[in-house]
């Protein structure tokens, strides 16, 4: 599927295949239409749904099994059967990727995504005064240019600057200790003599 199709068939060069140049080019022509099939699942059921719409998917007894077990994302499973070749699982309202694994023979796994509503992935500019009533006045920063957004990331990473102000106490209670000191403990620099 790789090589050119059809390719000319010229004197003194090697062909890359030979699928066009038979007595009967119908194999290739249903080579082609098969392997154009396959890549655009256009044989295939969607396996993408959106929120709260009906899954079906296409179970043929001769291909799938009859049974099967259900993992939705963050719940419990729960068992499946095909009927009539299909298999009804029902509207969903949670996001995700969904699981079946069934036994035919060999573990059989398949699965289906739903998919959110494309309103909530609306990606659209919010007002101060929605920021306000979703957040809090005060409770956020808007950050206008990118100098905004490195110091933001600064202080919520790093915070602020300790050292200076635990210097400054300990500073000032090295001075408390002296002045203390002085007026408990006074020295007395002359000599006592003894009697």
Request: a negative charge.
């Amino acid at each position: 599927l790789c090589t050119p199709v059809p390719q000319l068939d010229v004197p003194g060069s090697n062909l890359w295949n030979e699928l066009w140049i038979g007595d009967e080019p119908w194999p290739t022509f249903f080579l082609m239409s098969g392997a154009v099939r396959t890549l655009s699942g256009a044989h295939q059921t969607g396996l993408n749904f959106p929120v709260d719409a009906e899954v079906v998917l296409a179970n043929d007894p001769q291909s799938w099994p009859t049974q099967y077990e259900l993992f939705p994302p963050r719940a419990r499973s729960r068992p499946v059967k095909a009927a009539d070749g299909s298999l009804g699982l029902g509207a969903f309202e949670e996001v995700g990727i969904f699981r079946l694994r069934g036994l035919r023979g060999d573990p059989v796994a398949r699965g289906f995504s739903i998919n959110a509503p494309a309103a909530d992935t609306q990606l659209q500019r919010l007002t101060e005064d929605d920021l306000d009533e979703a957040l809090g006045a005060g409770n956020y920063h808007v950050a206008r240019d990118l100098d905004d957004v490195k110091s933001s990331l600064g202080q919520s990473r790093f915070g602020r600057e300790l050292y200076p102000l635990l210097m400054i106490f300990v500073a000032g209670l090295f001075l408390a200790e002296q002045a203390m000191s002085n007026r408990f403990y006074k020295l007395n620099f002359g000599r006592q003599r003894g009697t």
